[in-house]
């Protein structure tokens, strides 16, 4: 069975310092990975997202991820982060090969602080 | 592009009433929809897949007869929730799949249901 696992349940950092939100999976089978973002009272955004081809992936706002297969980990990484960053991050995992459904990671509160 | 809504944003009821919310892919035609359950400081879960056309396919646990969902057109899908009680109080978001990009879930705004 899929289950994605984010480490963290919060993460204080103070503005411009640099960020890593921490994801692993465990799949028998190839996956898609993908980094949401929420915003208080607000829906998932897209940050980015593994279906093949280079481990680095990046996204918008500044972050970017690298898949390891080897570890079955999906860090999600900024290297300097501002106040509006502060949110909570979704990881999510689905089966490759077309549509499956999202597996979701529990969610990491990221604080910005000034 | 990949813009998806949801209406109402938020919404307050008495209990026993039933309560409509609207999904619309607004710039792509969604053969999927997705609806979700989020409750405080918690992970989102799937509560049914929804397809044009069809029967959703409702998550173990998710009771079909008290969320209704249906999917009449390539852009709409509905969920409504019939004689709500308060433990329906939730924020309910949707998400779509396109025609052409099976593999990224465009997600809506999300609706906050509060049942009085």
């Known amino acids: 069975a899929q289950s994605v696992t984010q480490l963290d349940s919060q993460v204080p950092v103070f503005e411009e310092a640099p960020v890593e939100l921490r994801c692993n999976y465990s799949?028998?089978?190839?996956?898609?990975l993908f980094w949401y973002v929420q915003y208080p009272n607000q829906g998932l955004q897209l940050l980015l997202k593994y279906l093949s081809g280079s481990t680095l992936v990046k996204g918008i706002n500044g972050f970017e991820a690298e898949f390891n297969k080897s570890q079955t980990s999906f860090h999600l990484r900024k290297p300097s982060v501002h106040i509006s960053d502060t949110a909570e991050y979704f990881c999510?995992?689905?089966?490759?090969?077309?549509?499956?459904?999202?597996?979701f990671g529990a969610g990491t509160r990221l604080a910005v602080h000034p | 592009g990949a813009v998806v809504s949801q209406h109402p944003s938020w919404v307050i009821c008495k209990s026993g009433t039933s309560v409509k919310i609207e999904c619309r892919s607004l710039?792509?035609?969604?053969?999927?929809m997705f609806w979700y359950r989020q409750f405080p400081k918690q992970s989102l879960m799937l509560m049914a897949t929804?397809?044009?056309?069809?029967?959703?396919?409702?998550e173990q646990g998710v009771e079909k007869d008290k969320f209704l969902i249906n999917h009449a057109s390539l852009t709409l899908s509905t969920l409504t929730v019939t004689s709500a009680h308060p433990e329906d109080s939730s924020f309910y978001i949707c998400?779509?799949?396109?025609?052409?990009?099976?593999?990224?879930?465009?997600f809506g705004p999300g609706t906050r249901l509060t049942v009085l």
């Open positions: 710039d792509f035609q969604a053969t999927t």
């Open positions: 799949s028998s089978v190839s996956v898609y």
């Open positions: 929804s397809n044009e056309g069809s029967k959703a396919t409702y």
């Open positions: 998400s779509a799949l396109g025609r052409r990009s099976t593999d990224t879930q465009y």
């Open positions: 999510a995992a689905s089966l490759s090969g077309g549509y499956n459904k999202l597996i």
